[in-house]
DNA sequence: CAAGACGGAGGCCGTTCAGA
DNA sequence: TCTGAACGGCCTCCGTCTTG
């Protein structure tokens, strides 16, 4: 390596330039000059000119030491930015400005304000605090909305619609009996309506969020089926039937006022969860404390997995890829641990290739090196025996193993506790289903009480309830026609929601 | 010309992957 | 679990340039 073709006159230089003999270590000024240091104490260099010879032990840096310092740093720039945020929220400006000026430092502040925020059900689930701020949504996992009686339009179109089959007759029976007697006082029907709208409508906008990942497309052939969403998988939920699925298409006479026959949804394992959105598992936000109070997931349920884990693995010394992927990817995205990503590895050898190679393939080079004048053995004179190499690189490799392990028992419970989660929100899901369906039948119960609004929402219902059999007659087309190689995907909501708006 | 400055070649070593 | 190989980062120090 040290004889090289004499090319440019620069890279005479090179040509020239001997192997060298490293030692080990170079004292301070030897190192700050630059200069060849025999190592000796004092080294032959600073003998020479009577200067005080020192070596300082270096603190060798990983790439492990630096990725940890590096996490270090944007966890402290991550605190500060959390405390500057506080300035702009209303309620914490003066008290963060007062700890400021009070000389508290950013991390003191920082942690007041987790504090403060942990009081929430949501962050009391975020086990590590130094990623609190991070994993905080600020929009609420859904938002309570309230439908809107039918317009005037729809309430003729649903007037002049003639109802058809078994599942109608009770709905219009309902409407026909709306005149025939009132039991009830206006006053009460009035006050009925408000409380009614309030628990049943709030929740209708939850389940689209949910029901997504399963592909059973039960539809729910019961006399008030339009009264549950369309396409609403069922499997009855471990707290009524045991987690046993039911089939709907085959109901029988199962009488659907029991509250006990309402659905749920089948918690996803471990083989079908091919699409399972890992991000959508953020921390939920209970919109109120009734809900709170109903979702009670376990300490070990974290929303951030992720950093759970992490909290409880060795320090970043030893997994040095989990602590940059859960700082450097998003916050969404690190909340579970993504597998390491595998290095390509070059086959195509270069000089630099070649030469850190060296070491190791010194031994066998040995021979072939000495042939050459300045070609010398490279070895340095603190080099170990190979057998010594050999153990050293017999520990690493266990090292990694263990490391790989480790990482595979991490995914493992990642995805454990994901399912976990999951089963808590279908819980959740069936709990609010059951709500909508106490609220409507409760409703219907005063169809005869003749109240304006209630008429209004029953004739809504009717409509709604005839669209969604035609959008039923479309589907069956729909299926006909991807069979046949076509898609032309209708949403039957959307048409009932833009009808009836 | 001696001494200092410093660019960069090359050695050393930990890590990772693939295969045995 | 071990071993060979590849790779990248840190370190040493050779050799040239600059300065006084």
């Not at 749920?264 to 959105?277: D, L």
């Not at 190499?389 to 392990?405: F, G, I, L, T, V």
């Not at 304006?452 to 035609?470: D, E, F």
């Amino acid at each position: 390596m040290a004889e090289r073709l004499p090319l440019a006159p620069s890279q005479k230089i090179i040509s020239r330039r001997k192997s060298r003999v490293c030692t080990r270590e170079a004292c301070e000024l030897c190192r700050e000059k630059k200069a060849k240091c025999d190592s000796e104490r004092p080294c032959s260099r600073c003998r020479s000119r009577g200067e005080q010879c020192e070596y300082q032990a270096r603190s060798h840096q990983t790439k492990r030491d630096l990725q940890a310092e590096l996490e270090e740093l944007k966890g402290a720039q991550r605190q500060r930015d959390a405390v500057l945020g506080a300035l702009t929220v209303p309620g914490q400006t003066h008290d963060v400005l007062l700890r400021l000026r009070s000389g508290e430092t950013f991390e003191s502040i920082y942690e007041k304000l987790g504090t403060h925020d942990a009081a929430s059900p949501t962050n009391s689930q975020v086990s590590d605090e130094s990623s609190q701020l991070r994993h905080i949504k600020k929009e609420p996992f859904w938002t309570p909305t309230q439908t809107p009686l039918c317009s005037p339009s729809i309430l003729e179109y649903s007037n002049s619609t003639e109802l058809h089959g078994s599942e109608a007759s009770h709905i219009q029976g309902a409407i026909q009996n709306q005149n025939s007697r009132s039991d009830c006082t206006k006053e009460e029907a009035d006050g009925l309506m408000p409380s009614l709208e309030a628990s049943m409508f709030s929740h209708m906008a939850l389940p689209n969020n949910i029901n997504e990942f399963d592909a059973t497309d039960y539809t729910l052939p019961m006399p008030f089926g339009m009264f549950v969403e369309h396409n609403t998988p069922l499997d009855l939920p471990d707290a009524y039937c045991s987690g046993q699925t039911y089939p709907t298409d085959d109901v029988g006479d199962i009488n659907w006022w029991q509250p006990t026959m309402l659905s749920s949804f089948a918690v996803p394992t471990s083989t079908n969860q091919g699409a399972w959105p890992y991000h959508q598992f953020a921390a939920p936000h209970s919109p109120n404390q009734a809900q709170a109070s109903h979702f009670q997931p376990s300490p070990n349920l974290s929303p951030v997995a992720d950093d759970s884990i992490l909290a409880s693995r060795p320090s970043s010394r030893e997994m040095p890829h989990r602590s940059m992927g859960s700082s450097m990817a998003s916050a969404v995205q690190s909340q579970y641990p993504s597998p390491p990503l595998l290095k390509k590895r070059k086959f195509e050898t270069n000089d630099r290739g070649s030469s850190a190679t060296a070491g190791v393939e010194s031994d066998s080079k040995s021979s072939d090196d000495a042939s050459t004048d300045n070609k010398a053995p490279i070895k340095s004179p603190g080099r170990e025996p190979p057998s010594h190499d050999r153990e050293r690189h017999r520990r690493a490799s266990a090292r990694n193993w263990q490391k790989q392990k480790q990482q595979t028992a991490d995914l493992e419970a990642a995805m454990n506790i994901a399912e976990a989660r999951n089963r808590e929100l279908h819980r959740e899901y069936s709990e609010v289903l059951r709500q909508v369906m106490d609220a409507k039948n409760a409703l219907m119960d005063h169809a005869k009480c003749n109240h304006p609004a209630i008429n209004s929402w029953l004739r809504c219902q009717a409509t709604k309830y005839v669209l969604n059999k035609g959008s039923g007659v479309d589907k069956e087309r729909r299926d006909q026609t991807t069979a046949g190689g076509m898609a032309a995907p209708v949403h039957p909501v959307g048409r009932q929601s833009a009808a009836c708006r």
